[in-house]
């Protein structure tokens, strides 16, 4: 009895070792910051046409048609989207008038509005700010970069520079 008991501890052992070397720490996977580079979808149209006439915007076609369109989703609206206004008077350089949003009741609904560059990317690793666990969104541009983080309400928006 002694000799089984014996072999299934060094079994466990065994086992447990195995296990402790075979689990990694995983760090944060983020993606290749891709550009904000799609045309306005046909069904974005009229609730960010309506949107930028509220704003008191004059001259709404000419400011769609230099309005780059991508979905950025979120956890708290996972049907939230950017509008990256690349107007002449929106613009320094590379870096634009940027909007992030969501759809309500055929509306589009601003939740941030803040000037950054045009390419974006995201962190899958959850950031404690605030008390609250929130996944970071990143725009580069050539100047420096702009971290976002949704939270119930809106987005907190930390801009720095290189």
């Not at 962190?123 to 969104?137: E, I």
């Amino acid at each position: 009895m002694t000799s089984i008991k014996c072999f299934t501890i060094r079994r466990l052992s065994a086992s447990i070792v195995i296990l402790c070397f075979s689990i990694t720490t995983g760090s944060a996977q983020i993606p290749e910051p891709q550009p904000i580079a799609r045309a306005v979808p046909n069904e974005w149209h009229g609730p960010f046409a309506q949107f930028l006439r509220d704003l008191g915007v004059r001259d709404v076609a000419s400011v769609m048609a230099n309005t780059k369109f991508a979905s950025i989703g979120g956890a708290h609206r996972p049907d939230s989207v950017v509008f990256r206004i690349e107007e002449k008077t929106t613009c320094k350089e590379d870096i634009c008038l940027t909007v992030i949003g969501h759809p309500s009741g055929g509306r589009f609904i601003p939740d941030a509005l803040f000037a950054a560059g045009a390419r974006s990317t995201w962190s899958d690793h959850m950031v404690s700010l605030l008390g609250l666990q929130a996944t970071p969104y990143f725009f580069e541009s050539t100047k420096g970069s702009v971290t976002l983080f949704e939270t119930s309400a809106e987005w907190i928006i930390i801009p720095s520079t290189k």
